[in-house]
C-alpha cells in the first residue's frame, strides 16, 4: 500500500507539474501568435516607411523644381519692373499737365481778348 501512496502522491505532483507545464506552453503559443502579428506589422510598417521615403524624394525633386521655377518668375518679375520704370519715366517725360495747359491757354485768350476789347474801344478797327 504504501508505494500505492508513494506512486499516487508522486502522479499528483506530476500531473500538477503537468498542468504548469500546459499553462506554461498556452503562454507561449499566445506569444508565438503575437510574435508572428508582430512580425507581420514590421514588415508592412517596412514596406510603407519604403514607400514614403520614394514619396519623398519625388516631393524633393518637385519642391527642387517649384523653387526653380519660382526663381524664374522672381528674375522676370525683376526685368518687368525695370521696363514700367523705364516706361513710367518716359511717360512722365511726356505727359501734360491738363491744369497748368488749360490756365494759360486761358489766361492768353483772356489777354488776347483784353487786348481786342482795348485796341476796339481805342478806336483801332
Known amino acids: ?19 504548469h507545464q500546459e499553462r506554461r506552453l498556452d503562454k507561449l503559443e499566445e506569444n508565438d501568435k503575437a510574435l508572428q502579428r508582430l512580425v507581420t ?32 518668375m522672381n528674375s522676370k518679375v525683376t526685368s518687368m519692373e525695370s521696363r514700367m520704370e523705364s516706361i513710367e519715366d518716359q ?11 488749360i490756365g494759360s491757354t486761358a489766361g492768353k485768350i483772356l489777354v488776347a481778348v483784353l487786348i481786342a476789347a482795348v485796341v476796339y474801344f481805342l478806336g483801332f478797327k
Open 1 to 19: 500500500m504504501e508505494k500505492e501512496t508513494v506512486i499516487l502522491e508522486r502522479l499528483a505532483i506530476v500531473e500538477e507539474a503537468n498542468k
Open 41 to 72: 506589422l514590421t514588415e508592412l510598417q517596412k514596406e510603407t516607411n519604403e514607400k514614403i521615403s520614394n514619396e519623398m524624394v519625388k516631393f524633393g525633386d518637385t519642391l527642387t523644381n517649384v523653387s526653380q521655377s519660382l526663381g524664374e
Open 91 to 101: 511717360q512722365s517725360k511726356f505727359s501734360i499737365n491738363w491744369v497748368t495747359t
